[in-house]
């Protein structure tokens, strides 16, 4: 398991400005977990793809302007708002096995993914601890298993348990959160979360992707509205390279805003 050390950001006298101490200065938080021992030989989707991301950070002096927080692993009643018990027994059971693939594509397990997804979802659970009780501003889960193909009952595209969802569900049972917003920016749809939240007013959901014949997961088209606040946007771009475009990003604000303000969440 990788562990990460805590980067304590410089302490400054800020009292004779009249800001209340928990308020002195934005604090952005960063939780990192690779996963590195859940990764399957010539696989697109490893711990190698993070490989290069903390140096990047460093050599940006972006490191030394957060604090990193220590990922703590997500308890099975955690998992259970946003996953059906039997998923997650088979999911433990396949990786107690040694592991293989947990679906008909390429979803696959080692004996070490069960604790590594639960390792995932619970930092960003962590994560939603430390923003709701203003310990910290915001903050970035640098984490995997990826989850937003992970729907409730089955696990997909790569995707183990669904952390996005895991930690929503968190900050409303824990935290008393009334509505929350989650913005997908990927270039594939987040079908996972939506059907998580497909019958539920307090969650809204909006996706940015390429929709496309053929092109995984296949459905996310243009405003479709389901039950509940989910709404879906997909990119017009012709292919994955040119997804966040001026055009889309601008596609982008302009359904999703208006959405967000209409529910109160900006």
Partial sequence: MHHVNVLRLPQHDYNHLGIPPQKQAMTTILTYAPAIKHTRAHHPESHRRMLSILPMLERAGILDQVEQLEPIPATVEQLRRAHTPELIEFVSQVSTRGGGLLDHGDTYA??????????????????????????????????????????????????????????????????????????????????????????????????????????????GGLMKRVPGQVKDIHSMSPSPPELVTPGTSASWMRWSFPLLSASGLI
Avoid: K, W
């Fill in 110 to 219: 080692t004996a070490e993914t069960f604790e590594l997804a639960r390792l995932a979802a619970g930092a960003a659970s962590a994560m939603v601890d430390e923003i709701m009780t203003g310990r910290a501003d915001n903050g970035f889960a640098l984490i995997r298993p990826p989850g937003h193909h992970a729907e409730t009952d089955h696990v997909s595209g790569f995707c183990i348990f669904n952390n996005v969802a895991v930690a929503a569900r968190h900050a409303q049972a824990v935290h008393g959160a009334q509505r929350v917003a989650i913005v997908d920016l990927d270039v594939h749809h987040g079908n996972g979360t939506q059907d998580i939240f497909y019958h539920d007013d307090s969650v809204l959901f909006s996706s940015l992707h390429l929709f496309a014949p053929y092109f995984y997961p296949g459905i």
